[in-house]
Nanobody, 123 residues
């Protein structure tokens, strides 16, 4: 059973930066596509970005494109989300997820999830 643990969330001012990490155990990370999702209070979980198994290609939601960067270190079994130029509307609980095969923007197809880490951006 794979386990995912997010870390790195916190409180930051508008325009600031945070780097989230998603550490995995129980599986070889290189076998899985991985993604970040977020969920704000009262809203549905939404896609943030994804990265293919090799790490050579990524996909981002329009809302974060150009500000967020996903990377992964398969040797360390860890995925990262570098968030720059943060806005109050980025405030949410951020989750990492993984699935075998091709990435997807749909949260329903991901088989494993972390517990989430809170990101709060103050105005």
């Amino acid at each position: 059973q794979v386990q995912l643990v997010e870390s790195g969330g916190g409180l930051v001012q508008t325009g600031g930066s945070l780097r989230l990490s998603c550490a995995t155990s129980g599986r070889t990370l290189s076998s899985y596509s991985m993604a970040w999702f977020r969920q704000a209070p009262g809203k549905e979980r939404e896609f943030v970005g994804a990265i293919i198994r090799s790490g050579s290609s990524t996909d981002y939601a329009d809302a974060v494109k150009g500000r967020f960067t996903i990377s992964r270190d398969n040797a360390k079994n860890t995925m990262y989300l570098q968030m720059n130029s943060l806005k109050p509307e980025d405030t949410a609980v951020y989750y990492c997820a993984l699935r075998p095969g091709v990435w997807s923007r749909s949260p329903g197809v991901y088989s494993s999830w972390g517990q989430g880490t809170q990101v709060t951006v103050s105005s």
